[in-house]
């Protein structure tokens, strides 16, 4: 990937402008890609909205007063009117996509997306925010007509996908910690009755077996395989209450094939043995 620069107004660089009699305008865009280390300081700052997305690398920049490290799948919108510096002081790979913007409706749509000027955010890198950009891009090297109206509406388009993104992940980080286990679980309540491994659980939630058993205990209380047993057993008592299967018939229906290791294992988990604990449940104790 090249670096790119694309301008509402032709021979006119910088289209500092700030665009007053349409909801939204989108002077410029482009894609930064530089290898080495380089700042930018504009003490004056700009007329429009700054959009900087970083798709890989790191960055330090300064935005309404704050200081911040941006790191990859950061998203910062420079306020209008303010001062803001941004500097690279490594060599390594850097992209950040951007755009320049402005209009009586953009303080608007950003405050309903919910990005405020002047601090980070994390979408998180992403192909699709990525192609979005490269999609505002088509307007302005095609130049048909109305082109500033298909840009205005592929800019939308980017803050509203890195608003969900940024929700999405809020709302991931505030739910309860059982749902960095929701794929494992589900995948053991609906086939608890069949061989599993730790590797296949780990595998569901993109982690290391040491670290998925880790996560798992620290939301469960207790290791996977202890869990899987306590499923097997609840289910297995479950049926000695809602049916007059033998105790063989049992053990196999909830994923045992030795009846005499599921008796032994269902007495330590109820302090019954499935034959004491059927006789009670068939003479109402239950």
């Known amino acids: 990937m090249k670096n790119q620069s694309y301008y509402r107004l032709a021979g006119d660089d910088s289209c500092n402008i700030a665009v007053l009699d349409r909801f939204l305008t989108v002077n410029c865009t482009g894609v930064c890609v ?62 950040y996509f951007w ?6 409706g953009a303080e608007e ?3 309903e997306s919910g990005i405020e000027p002047g601090r980070v955010f994390h979408p998180g890198k992403s192909e ?18 109305f082109f500033e109206m ?14 969900r993104r940024i929700l999405r992940r809020t709302e991931e980080q505030s739910a309860p910690p059982v749902v960095r286990i929701r794929r494992s679980l589900e995948y053991l309540y609906r086939n608890y009755a069949e061989p599993v491994r730790l590797e296949q659980l780990a595998q569901l939630e993109h ?17 996977p ?33 030795d009846p005499f290791y599921f008796s032994s294992l269902f007495k330590q988990k109820t302090g019954l043995s499935p034959s004491c ?10």
């Open 34 to 95: 530089l290898p080495d280390p380089f700042s930018n300081d504009n003490p004056s700052g700009r007329r429009d909205f700054y959009l900087m997305y970083l798709y890989s690398g790191e960055l330090e920049a300064a935005a309404a007063g704050r200081q911040y490290a941006l790191r990859e799948g950061d998203l910062l919108v420079y306020p209008a009117g303010k001062p803001y510096r941004y500097r690279k002081k490594d060599s390594g790979e850097m992209i």
């Open 99 to 104: 755009a320049h913007f402005s209009g009586y």
């Open 109 to 111: 749509l950003l405050r």
């Open 128 to 145: 699709e925010l990525a192609a979005c950009f490269e999609r505002l891009f088509e307007p302005f090297f095609l130049r048909k007509k």
């Open 150 to 163: 298909e840009a205005a509406a592929r800019l939308t388009m980017i803050l509203s996908k890195a608003a």
């Open 207 to 223: 982690l290391s077996p040491s670290r998925y058993s880790a996560v798992f205990r620290q939301c469960m209380g207790m290791s």
């Open 225 to 257: 395989q202890h869990f899987l047993i306590s499923l097997r057993i609840r289910n297995a008592a479950d049926l000695m209450r809602r049916t007059d299967l033998s105790v063989k018939q049992i053990a196999q229906a909830v994923g045992y094939d």
């Open 277 to 286: 604990y059927q006789k009670r449940c068939r003479s109402g104790e239950e």
